[in-house]
């Protein structure tokens, strides 16, 4: 990341750097590894296992070095629709969780 600003306003302009890579472990397990960098905010690295069986179900867990250290969840598919449901824990707010419902025309 670099420290760009406005020409006339000398505001900055936000800048993320993002590089991250997919490893198949095995023909249903992968595993993910996150590197960000961004001004004024600690590098971050992330890491990540999925699972996905045969029947359109998936399990994964997430780990960072950053405010939400761990994470996991779940996520299915019925016909068209995917369901996704996560949970994260952060060192001051505690438990987030999460559901996401993506709709695809495959």
Same mark, same amino acid.
């Given at each position: 990341?670099?420290?760009?600003?406005?020409?006339?306003?000398?505001?900055?302009?936000?800048?993320?750097?993002?590089?991250?890579?997919?490893?198949?472990?095995?023909?249903?397990?992968?595993?993910?590894?996150?590197?960000?960098?961004?001004?004024? *905010?600690?590098? +971050?690295?992330?890491?990540? /296992?999925?699972?996905?069986?045969?029947?359109?179900? =998936? !399990?994964?867990?997430?780990?960072?070095?950053?405010?939400?250290?761990?994470?996991?969840?779940?996520?299915?598919?019925?016909?068209?629709?995917? *369901?996704?449901? +996560?949970?994260?824990?952060? /060192?001051?707010?505690?438990?987030?969780?999460?559901? =996401? !419902?993506?709709?695809?025309?495959?």
């Amino acid at each position: 990341p670099f420290r760009a600003a406005y020409k006339n306003s000398g505001e900055p302009i936000a800048s993320v750097l993002n590089a991250g890579f997919k490893w198949k472990v095995s023909g249903r397990t992968s595993a993910f590894l996150e590197s960000e960098m961004s001004p004024g *905010i600690p590098y +971050s690295l992330r890491s990540g /296992l999925e699972y996905v069986s045969a029947a359109d179900f =998936s !399990l994964r867990l997430g780990v960072s070095n950053t405010y939400l250290p761990v994470s996991f969840g779940t996520g299915f598919r019925v016909r068209n629709i995917i *369901i996704d449901l +996560s949970a994260s824990y952060h /060192l001051q707010l505690g438990t987030t969780m999460s559901v =996401s !419902l993506i709709y695809s025309r495959k």
